[in-house]
């Protein structure tokens, strides 16, 4: 099958192409508002701001208080308030550093999420967190989400390939290709009818049957 004999649907932020040794390849941006993603981060930037000189404040703080402890002693007061400053400095450090990673996601240019169709079924899910809008994610994406990192690039050898479904999860649709004991969703940020057209490519490629 060639995808550029392929009628492309109308509208559709899927795109043709190829990568680097010629493979045909479908892209796709993810799809989120660019207002909405620079809003987001000029909240944190904003907030990381304040994060920073609150770091600092308790750095300085809590440098005095063992200072001081180390000169006088201290009483058990000072060992408390000590004690409670380094809890909520680590709690507050570990705060600021997701929330950089954040800032740093929002803020760099998205990569397409994609699929080439070589050797092996390439499947990118992009720079970019693809998280739907009611909340519902697999474990894949949760994890991806609280840890501000995007699933990685897997490349699944056609034989290795499972069933490719197209199915509801409540109100949403989910398009799946299963590898092993893992289920990879695919398209989180497309309209159903481009993941209904992606389904078909899929299976036409992979010999499997709707």
Known sequence: MELTSLEPLPNSRILFGQDDDGHPMLSWKPGVSTVGRWATAAFLGFWLCGWFAGEVAA?????????????????????????FLL???????????????????????????????GPVLRYDPGSFLAIPTNGDMDRESARAFRLWRPPPVREIPWSELGP??????????????????????????????????LAEILRAWAGQHS
């Open 164 to 197: 490719i479904r197209l199915e509801r999860v409540g109100e949403r649709q989910r398009l799946t290709v299963d590898w092993g004991a893992e289920r990879i969703e695919i398209g989180a940020t497309l309209r159903e009818p481009e993941r209904e057209w």
């Open 59 to 83: 750095l300085g703080m809590l440098a005095t208080m063992v200072a001081g402890i180390l000169r006088d002693g201290g009483g058990a007061i000072a060992w408390g308030v000590g004690l």
């Open 87 to 117: 809890i909520w400095l680590a709690g507050w450090t570990t705060g600021g550093f997701w929330a950089a990673r954040a800032f740093a996601i929002l803020v760099q240019k998205p990569r397409p999420e994609s699929l080439t169709f």
